[in-house]
């Protein structure tokens, strides 16, 4: 099981955070862009037997945060992307969000846009 850090791009408008080569065995970090409130997620590659996505959020402030819970897509359903669903907008603006990802033989690369007015 592997830490996965996303890598960020930071442009005026928005930012760019990428995981890449997330398995079921690893272990997303969460990213912190609070000051945007669209976001959008995307996810390519192979997803293996029943693999998927899941888009996780805390407002936790404390070091160490574990209180995640399932994020929701605009139409109030819990995010969940795989081999139908690749693209998501998110509905809720938490402090930290992170993907979590499940099933057998998953290799995909995550990739979430935060945008808007800072």
């Given at each position: 099981?592997?830490?996965?850090?996303?890598?960020?791009?930071?442009?005026?408008?928005?930012?760019?955070?990428?995981?890449?080569?997330?398995?079921?065995?690893?272990?997303?970090?969460?990213?912190?862009v609070p000051q945007f409130t669209?976001?959008?997620?995307?996810?390519?590659?192979?997803?293996?037997?029943?693999?998927?996505?899941?888009?996780?959020?805390?407002?936790?402030?404390?070091?160490?945060?574990?209180?995640?819970?399932?994020?929701?897509?605009?139409?109030?359903?819990?995010?969940?992307?795989?081999?139908?669903?690749?693209?998501?907008?998110?509905?809720?603006?938490?402090?930290?969000?992170?993907?979590?990802?499940?099933?057998?033989?998953?290799?995909?690369?995550?990739?979430?846009?935060?945008?808007?007015?800072?």
């Amino acid at each position: 099981m592997s830490t996965i850090t996303s890598t960020q791009l930071n442009a005026p408008r928005f930012v760019l955070d990428t995981w890449l080569n997330v398995t079921e065995a690893d272990v997303c970090s969460p990213t912190t862009v609070p000051q945007f409130t669209d976001r959008t997620v995307t996810v390519e590659g192979d997803f293996g037997v029943g693999g998927e996505v899941a888009i996780h959020g805390s407002n936790d402030m404390s070091a160490g945060a574990s209180t995640f819970v399932p994020l929701h897509n605009l139409r109030g359903a819990t995010i969940v992307l795989n081999t139908d669903t690749k693209a998501v907008n998110i509905e809720e603006n938490t402090i930290h969000i992170k993907p979590v990802v499940t099933g057998v033989g998953v290799d995909v690369n995550i990739r979430l846009v935060s945008y808007g007015e800072r």
